[in-house]
């Protein structure tokens, strides 16, 4: 994924009501841009962060620029706009670069299926193949040095799980993806401490056949991209 043009940077100083933040140019303008992600952000959004954020053209919006990557002063950076993750690992399939997803002709997005209503973000299919259904979620928690998730106790995300379980139930192959887009983080877990719920569900669905696949990425003004496979616990 390439920005066009290169992000450009400033200094956080809030971030409030979930989708708004208030930050500072390096030329000394405030403004407020759109933030992307709804969750807790926890270690995301230090105010004295740099943040680095696009703009839309889009003379609709109330709020031209959107918060795309954050860089701590720690050193490492973060891509905080979640609705990212889909984007990023359909590219890396239809680049072959994920071996685990390869060998697919057809890749769909936010296709219906289940029993409670939800609509899978990658679905995959191929002659001779069982479907492939992915769930991607974003990963961006660093605590104890390990990236958990979720950051957030996530009825939304428990369903998801049910979900993929009677994927697997009904003969189909299904995998939940965490797209890791913080560079700190080496390995991922099931947040246990945040939301117990969720990390005994994901216990029960992995046993049940279930993939769990964790892949890393390169972040930069001037792009993203998933990079490498990460390790995946549950304690």
Same mark, same amino acid.
């Given at each position: ?13 809030? %971030? ?8 500072? +140019?390096?030329?000394?303008? +405030? ?29 609709? %919006? ?19 706009? +979640? ?93 939940? #993806? #965490? ?53 995946? #616990?549950?304690?």
């Amino acid at each position: 994924m390439i920005f066009t043009p290169p992000l450009k940077p400033a200094t956080l100083i809030k %971030r409030y009501k979930r989708f708004l933040a208030d930050a500072i +140019t390096p030329e000394g303008e +405030t403004f407020t841009l759109h933030c992307a992600n709804t969750g807790a952000m926890t270690g995301c959004a230090t105010p004295g962060d740099t943040l680095w954020y696009s703009t839309s053209d889009n003379a609709k %919006r109330k709020y031209a620029h959107s918060w795309e990557l954050t860089q701590t002063q720690q050193g490492d950076w973060i891509c905080v706009n +979640t609705l990212r993750a889909n984007t990023l690992v359909r590219e890396a399939i239809e680049q072959n670069l994920i071996d685990e997803l390869s060998g697919y002709s057809k890749i769909s997005s936010e296709v219906k299926y289940g029993g409670e209503n939800s609509r899978i973000d990658l679905l995959l299919q191929a002659e001779n193949r069982v479907n492939c259904y992915i769930e991607v979620k974003s990963v961006t928690l660093l605590q104890h040095e390990r990236g958990y998730f979720p950051d957030a106790v996530t009825l939304r995300g428990q369903k998801h799980l049910r979900e993929l379980q009677s994927v697997v139930e009904n003969g189909q192959r299904a995998v939940l #993806f #965490f797209a890791v887009l913080h560079t700190g983080i080496e390995q991922v877990a099931p947040a246990h401490h945040i939301d117990a719920r969720y990390a005994a569900l994901l216990a029960q669905v992995r046993q049940a056949g279930v993939e769990v696949i964790c892949y890393g990425a390169t972040l930069s003004p001037d792009g993203l991209s998933l990079c490498e496979k990460l390790p995946f #616990f549950i304690d």
